[in-house]
């Protein structure tokens, strides 16, 4: 089944970020409620934006949101020392994000992860900069489950971000990450694909149905997660349907229930 990260709770959106710094638990506990009845299997928790201030905020956010929370959180920061309070505070096994091959956050990471049960959101970024072909998107995958692996993570805890990159600057870019989740997947059946889709429509118009079109695609070659706004209900109908297609929802079971539900529509 597809695995929906929901995105909402971070502090770089001006609400969430009004809300964090009044400590509005409703604001923070009616949105957690709506990204878990529209479909969220993960609530990503990012608390970085407002300087200075994240690991008080992220205990807040915690806090608040695990009163609630009958889905895993994300932890979402670059700070291992967020992390090692946010791992602490969790009730169920969470999803870290994330580690890369930039070495600065590789070798920050590493010793955090080390010997931790939980998920990892894995980016193929190194110091290179972004990835410029399939194959060294396959690459970096390969690297990052290995050294993932090597510390006790097991391959089916990895998530690969194989970085979607604007198609308007370079109309190669959507085949380019096709194959490279087809790649992948080949070599590490067990391995999940993730991110966010939104960079492929970058600079045009009419975004949205290039983004719900580009993740029907992902999903043919391999990609079962994403980090996205459960909220949009065009996009979740979309996932819905296309797992469907793709023999992952048995007895159209999660499709019906779409259906009779109003969300799925024609």
Request: proline share 4%; with cysteine.
């Amino acid at each position: 089944m597809f695995e929906v990260i929901g995105e909402r709770i971070n502090t770089s959106r001006k609400k969430v970020q009004e809300a964090v710094a009044a400590r509005d638990a409703q604001y923070i506990i009616d949105d957690v409620s709506q990204q878990q009845a529209s479909g969220a299997c993960f609530i990503d928790v990012n608390a970085g934006a407002r300087i200075g201030h994240e690991k008080e905020d992220m205990q807040w956010l915690l806090e608040t949101i695990q009163s609630v929370a009958i889905v895993p959180l994300t932890l979402d920061s670059p700070d291992p020392a967020v992390l090692e309070m946010a791992f602490a505070m969790v009730k169920e096994t969470p999803m870290i994000n994330s580690i890369s091959l930039e070495k600065e956050r590789f070798d920050a990471m590493i010793p955090f992860l080390s010997g931790k049960e939980c998920k990892v959101i894995a980016l193929c970024m190194d110091d290179t900069g972004m990835p410029a072909s399939s194959e060294d998107i396959i690459g970096r995958a390969d690297t990052l489950v290995k050294e993932l692996n090597a510390i006790g993570i097991a391959t089916s805890n990895i998530y690969v971000d194989p970085l979607v990159q604007p198609i308007s600057t370079d109309t190669t870019k959507g085949v380019m990450v096709l194959e490279a989740v087809k790649g992948i997947k080949t070599k590490y059946p067990e391995v999940h694909i993730t991110g966010g889709l939104s960079n492929i429509s970058y600079g045009l118009p009419q975004r949205k149905i290039i983004n719900r079109t580009f993740i029907a695609l992902m999903m043919t070659a391999g990609m079962d997660s994403a980090i996205i706004d459960p909220l949009d209900t065009k996009i979740m109908a979309t996932i819905t349907t296309a797992d469907m297609l793709l023999g992952n929802d048995s007895f159209c079971g999660n499709f019906l229930k779409g259906v009779r539900a109003g969300a799925i529509e024609s």
